[in-house]
Every structure is written in structure tokens, then in C-alpha cells.
Nanobody, 125 residues
Framework: VQLQACGGGLVQAGDSLRLSCAAS????????MGWFRQAPGKEREFVAG????????YYADSVKGRFTISRDNAKNTVHLQMNSLKPEDTAVYYC???????????????????WGQGTLVTVSS
């Protein structure tokens, strides 16, 4: 089972980026997909998550209104569209999968079974 995240980069404040995460090895069409981030010296924190149906989506307050999560179960992918980026969004972004069926989004690191390798997002002021 592998999660491969990509799409990070160096941008200026106000710019946009789109992160993608592709899952291979098994399907996660019944579970929850999430994005977390970890800034230097800080703990990993929840950013956004979506259930298998797409019906339940949840965002951290810090990104609400700027970030949009979406998933394509047929392609086993999840995306994170990040708009109006701020310097405080600078972090390594990780995609994660919770494989158990759920109708709600989980926000704790320990709730997720599989993790991608992370992709670095740097936002300059």
C-alpha cells in the first residue's frame, strides 16, 4: 500500500497550488482521505478530510474558505486545491488514508492507517 503525494513547491503569498495524492496497492473507496501538514518545529496537524462518498468534508479553521479537498474513487486519488496561500501555510503536506468505512471525517493523526511521503509547500511573503 502506497500513497504518493505531489504538487508542492515554492510560491508567493496569494498564489495557488494543487496537491495530489495517488493511492496504490488497494482501494480506499470506503474510507476517509485526509491531508495533514507539519511545519518545522511543530506537530503534524489536520488540514482537510473527505469521506468515501464525498458527502462529509471537514477543514481546519485555518484553511477554511481557501482550501478545497476532493477525491476521485475511480482513480484512487485525492486533491487539495490551495488558494490565497499565506506564509503560515508553509509546511510539509502529507496525505493519509483511513481504510475503515466512515461517514465522518477524522482529524487525529492516529486515526489514519497509511501515510504518503509528504510534499513541501513553501510560501514566501
Amino acid at each position: 500500500v502506497q500513497l504518493q503525494a505531489c504538487g508542492g513547491g515554492l510560491v508567493q503569498a496569494g498564489d495557488s497550488l494543487r496537491l495530489s495524492c495517488a493511492a496504490s496497492g488497494r482501494t480506499f473507496d470506503r474510507g476517509v482521505m485526509g491531508w495533514f501538514r507539519q511545519a518545522p518545529g511543530k506537530e503534524r496537524e489536520f488540514v482537510a478530510g473527505v469521506t468515501w462518498s464525498g458527502y462529509s468534508i471537514y477543514y481546519a479553521d485555518s484553511v477554511k474558505g481557501r482550501f478545497t479537498i476532493s477525491r476521485d474513487n475511480a482513480k484512487n486519488t485525492v486533491h487539495l486545491q490551495m488558494n490565497s496561500l499565506k506564509p503560515e501555510d508553509t509546511a510539509v503536506y502529507y496525505c493519509a488514508a483511513r481504510t475503515f468505512y466512515s461517514v465522518i471525517v477524522y482529524v487525529r493523526v492516529s486515526d489514519y492507517d497509511y501515510w504518503g511521503q509528504g510534499t513541501l509547500v513553501t510560501v514566501s511573503s
